[in-house]
């Protein structure tokens, strides 16, 4: 078995960043990070991104509005944002208070400067295979990690756990597509598919992204098996500082010795959705900067 390590490729996807940003004559790319409210995970999550950005030379600016901010509040902020040239990329950190219609901000960042990939022009793009577009940030982190590792889809058998708009689908689909690397042939499974794991056990490639902690176990995986965890969960550990570890949605102990590859959480899927957010940042700036 071999660990996939994300924290290594990561590091090298923001090494050829820094120098692509040094390389760029005039303004450096900026991506804004918009935080609502105090969610301790996404301080977290918007702290790493600050902290990679300024890695690679990117200028990013943290708006911090309160959990109280009305829907038509973010939008003029967004619309703002939208509109000013000084600004690449935008990012609105997810989740959002219950009263705010996620969907329906997605969909106002301007497409051009979507760097999470999540509007809808973005996700149709992915459809039509179509790159001028900016592919979502983990479902992109999961096809770098692959190709990084050697792992070609092309003819391969790839199931997918889980249908979200964030990581589910839109890894499907790019597993599907026409091209080098991808070319895989994609069964999607979700919370009312029957015999699941009949399915996941034909996998060459599996993916879980269900957000259900260990739930993938050594029955459910064909030995050899291309294993890609995507799961962040919490779960209690009393002898942790903090209470609680995290864990994927693979139960690693048993499922990594039976595996060709896998990934492991931490340090796995996650450290890519960050460094593929700089690479959309990136290109959202040689985009802008080339269309004058
Ligand atoms: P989500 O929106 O909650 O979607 C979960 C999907 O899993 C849904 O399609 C759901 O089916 C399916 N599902 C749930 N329970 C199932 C079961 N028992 N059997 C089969 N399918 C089941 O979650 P998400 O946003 O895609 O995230 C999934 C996981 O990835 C979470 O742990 C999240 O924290 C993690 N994540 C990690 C990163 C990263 O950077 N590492 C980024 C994003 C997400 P239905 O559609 O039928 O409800």
């Not at 092309?154 to 080098?180: E, M, N």
């Not at 291309?226 to 550990?237: A, F, Q």
């Amino acid at each position: 078995m071999e660990l996939i390590d994300g924290n290594a490729i990561a590091a090298a996807i923001v090494a050829e960043l820094k120098q692509e940003v040094a390389a760029r004559p005039g303004r450096k790319p900026c991506i804004a990070l918009v935080r609502v409210g105090e969610d301790p995970a996404s301080v977290s999550y918007v702290r790493k991104k600050e902290k990679t950005a300024a890695e690679i030379g990117v200028t990013s600016r943290v708006i911090l509005p309160p959990e109280t901010i009305s829907q038509a509040e973010l939008f003029t902020l967004l619309d703002e944002l939208n509109t000013d040239p000084t600004v690449d990329g935008i990012l609105v950190q997810s989740p959002l208070p219950k009263h705010i219609d996620e969907l329906a901000v997605f969909r106002r960042v301007s497409p051009e400067k979507d760097v999470d990939g999540f509007n809808t022009l973005n996700l149709g793009k992915v459809a039509q295979e179509d790159e001028t577009g900016f592919v979502a940030c983990t479902p992109a982190g999961i096809m770098e990690l692959l190709a990084r590792s050697g792992v070609d889809l092309k003819g391969r058998h790839v199931v997918v756990l889980g249908r979200s708009l964030i990581v589910g689908k839109p890894v499907a689909l790019l597993a599907l597509q026409k091209k080098a690397g991808a070319n895989g042939t994609v069964t999607i499974c979700h919370s009312a598919t029957s015999n699941l794991s009949a399915l996941t056990r034909q996998a060459d490639v599996l993916i879980a992204a269900i957000g259900r902690a260990e739930f993938v176990t050594a029955d459910m995986v064909k030995p050899g098996a291309v294993v890609i965890d995507v799961g962040v969960n919490r779960v209690p550990d009393p002898t942790k500082k903090t209470g609680y570890r995290l864990t994927g949605d693979v139960h690693f102990p048993t499922v990594a010795p039976l595996c060709s590859r896998i990934t492991p959480v931490p340090g796995g899927v996650g450290p890519m959705t960050v460094a593929m957010l700089m690479k959309n940042t990136v290109k959202a700036h040689r985009l802008r900067t080339e269309a004058g």
